[in-house]
């Protein structure tokens, strides 16, 4: 697969506790991912953080949250990123829980399969 140097890279930040059938939503959105085809995608966890609700989580031992902040970052061509937007929407109406989702351009520099001996993994 090739990617155009002008991407969009498309960030989630839902919640780690966020659901969908007991299976957590980003890893949901992960795989939705890999099946519509798109280049690729990461989820990272959060150490901190708040949003609309002002609620603050944090992975300070003292007060651990059990729902820390998670982003899921997606990059493809902008008309395969803006498809996938509505997928996500459905998600996370079906999850019931809140979030934020931007689109923000993306230069690729470099591409490319990971090679020789360990490029099974």
Known sequence: MELQ?????????????DKIAHQPLYEVILFEAKKQGLAGCTVLRGIMSFGASTLVHTAKLIDISEDLPIVVEIVDQEEK????????DALMEKAACGGLI???????LSYKPRSGRNAGG
């Open 5 to 17: 140097t002008e991407s969009k890279l498309l960030r989630i930040f839902i919640g780690e506790m």
């Open 81 to 88: 990123i803006n498809a996938f937007i509505g997928k996500v």
């Open 102 to 108: 931007t689109i923000e351009k993306a230069s690729i």
